[in-house]
T-cell receptor, first 109, second 118 residues
Framework: GIQVEQSPPDLILQEGANSTLRCNFSDSVNNLQWFHQNPWGQLINLFYIPSGTKQNGRLSATTVATERYSLLYISSSQTTDSGVYFCAVGRGSQGNLIFGKGTKLSVKP | GAVVSQHPSRVICKSGTSVKIECRSLDFQATTMFWYRQFPKKSLMLMATSNEGSKATYEQGVEKDKFLINHASLTLSTLTVTSAHPEDSSFYIC??????????????FGPGTRLLVL
């Protein structure tokens, strides 16, 4: 099956700093999503981005499908950005997602 | 946006009992829902794909007689953990695709159910 690797596994930032999270995947996909899991466990959709670049406020994402990686950029980080960021990919018609192990982000005030 | 709810949010039960978890799509119809399991500080693992009106498709290693899935309507899927044991304690999360308003193949996730089996 498809392998999904996220890096770094842990990241500690000072409030206001910028960061880049990476997701590598081992095969072609037709679905790639970035999620933020808050401390209560809720997965929040950040981006649906199987290819190209998108921006939403302080967050942006880029997927280079031909090179099988995606990047999530967080600018001017805030303490509320803390949590685990997951990349998940999918292929096929059913739409089931395969998750990476996540990047745990801690933003310090 | 698309909203998915789960009930209950938290359940504690005795070993040997069965527990039912409901997953509802509140503002859209979902022909396909997914059930995931997450252990503490771990990633999400897909357990099964639930299709309305047909049998669920289980991932390798997931016991279908242990984790019963029913998708009787376009807005409701249920997961029943039968004869629960302490090793079944986990965080169970469902998701659904909104083919009408979702972007592409976007999946929307419920808030999860924390199961503790004593």
């Amino acid at each position: 099956g498809i392998q999904v690797e996220q890096s770094p596994p842990d990241l500690i930032l000072q409030e206001g700093a910028n960061s880049t999270l990476r997701c590598n995947f081992s095969d072609s996909v037709n679905n790639l999503q970035w999620f933020h899991q808050n401390p209560w466990g809720q997965l929040i959709n950040l981006f649906y981005i199987p290819s190209g670049t998108k921006q939403n406020g302080r967050l942006s994402a880029t997927t280079v499908a031909t090179e099988r990686y995606s990047l999530l950029y967080i600018s001017s980080s805030q303490t509320t950005d803390s949590g685990v960021y997951f990349c998940a990919v999918g292929r096929g018609s059913q739409g089931n997602l395969i998750f990476g192990k996540g990047t745990k982000l801690s933003v310090k005030p | 946006g698309a909203v998915v709810s789960q009930h209950p949010s938290r359940v504690i039960c005795k070993s040997g009992t069965s527990v039912k978890i409901e997953c509802r799509s509140l503002d859209f119809q979902a022909t396909t829902m997914f059930w995931y399991r997450q252990f503490p500080k771990k990633s999400l693992m897909l357990m099964a794909t639930s299709n309305e009106g047909s049998k669920a498709t289980y991932e390798q290693g997931v016991e279908k007689d242990k984790f019963l899935i029913n998708h009787a309507s376009l807005t409701l899927s249920t997961l029943t953990v039968t004869s629960a044991h302490p090793e079944d304690s986990s965080f169970y999360i469902c998701s659904a695709r909104d083919p009408q308003t979702g972007v592409g193949e976007t999946q929307y996730f419920g808030p999860g159910t924390r199961l503790l089996v004593l």
